[in-house]
């Protein structure tokens, strides 16, 4: 292994793996080599479609170092689903599941020296651009594209480790547009960086903004958004409006496995403070994980959850989560995928 800062120290996503997997299409069939390649630089056109026109996706799922040192991934068919819709959405050229998901098999596989022990993990970062050098096509899909899938060690995403994060409520800037929410594309995270920005300048604390345009409350930047009490896990319901987090269906299905009844509805911002007294909040994603929310600033309202601590219920989904990433619970939805380690 080759001398790089320590991920568990250094900023989430800011260490990259050895090797990477690459497959460039020009007729819409993806040519992979079989093999990865060494991770570094690579050069496309300056008039590149997605340099121009937005026509880039990406994936974000995570290798997790199993308690008996084998390796798997996590949700693995999942995400491959997901990219192969965000392609259509964008009209970039579908690749082949199979393809797909044996590129980031062998990108793990190759990066497996590089797999931090919990609580690190592999991040994998399945990315697909449209390469073609056209200026004018600007309402014509790219007839020439780029897989590729890098990966980086990683640590936590929200510093500080499981500490109860604070939200700004923002009703007014929307993160997207409603049809284009469920896409996993860069220009969604564009759209929401200058009101991020702007709402984190005016209050130093917050870790998140939850968008939640006219009332509507649908997810973080970079997470989903939850609400639970002894008996009940709520979150809002899908359609094309927000991302469709492969970790909130996760919580989902281990909420129900718990026992407790299961919600998928529109929350109301006017429930918030009552589940505030006697409930919890909590964030979830492949980055995120599943994180506490201790605080909510709406307008001039602080809205505290419990004593501002991770409550007991977000810990215990938490706690079964975690249990079937590293390999110490028992995987009976058939989520981890062994890879060669
Ligand atoms: N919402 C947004 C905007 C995200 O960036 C993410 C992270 O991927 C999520 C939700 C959670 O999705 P997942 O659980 O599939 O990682
Ligand atoms: C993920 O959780 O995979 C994401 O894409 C979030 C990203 C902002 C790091």
Known sequence: MSEKPDPMTVPFGTVFCDWMATAPSDDGVYQYA?????????????????????????????????IDGSLAIFRL????????????????????????????IDSVEANVE??????????????????????GAAATPTSEALLYIVNCPVGDY????V??????????????????GMVKSGANYAMALAPTLDAMARNEAVDQILFATGGDITETGAA???LANDERVVTRQLDS?????????????????????????????????????????????TAA?????????????EIIFGDGQPGANTLRLRESLVAIQNGSGDDDHGWRTAVRS
């Open 34 to 66: 079989g093999k990865v390649e060494p991770y570094g630089d690579f050069s496309i056109s300056p008039a590149a479609h997605a340099l121009h026109y937005g026509s880039a996706i990406f994936e974000g799922l995570k290798a997790h170092r199993q």
């Open 77 to 104: 068919d999942d995400h491959v689903a997901r990219m192969c819709q965000s392609a259509a959405q964008l009209r970039l050229p579908v690749p082949e599941e199979g393809l797909l998901r044996q590129m980031i």
């Open 114 to 135: 590089e797999v931090p022990p919990p609580p690190g993990s592999l991040y994998i970062r399945p990315t697909l651009i449209g390469t073609e050098p056209n200026i």
């Open 158 to 161: 929200f510093k500080g480790g």
């Open 163 to 180: 500490r109860p994060l604070t939200l700004l409520v923002e009703e007014e800037i929307p993160r997207t547009t409603p049809q284009f």
């Open 224 to 226: 989903n958004f939850f």
């Open 241 to 285: 409006s927000f991302l469709h987090g492969v970790t909130r269906s996760s919580v989902l299905a281990l909420a129900a496995d718990l026992g407790y009844e299961v919600e998928e509805r529109p929350i109301e911002l006017s429930e918030l403070q009552e589940w505030a007294d006697n409930g919890e909040a909590f964030l979830s994603g």
């Open 289 to 301: 994980v599943l994180s506490p929310v201790g605080t909510m600033l709406r307008g001039g309202e």
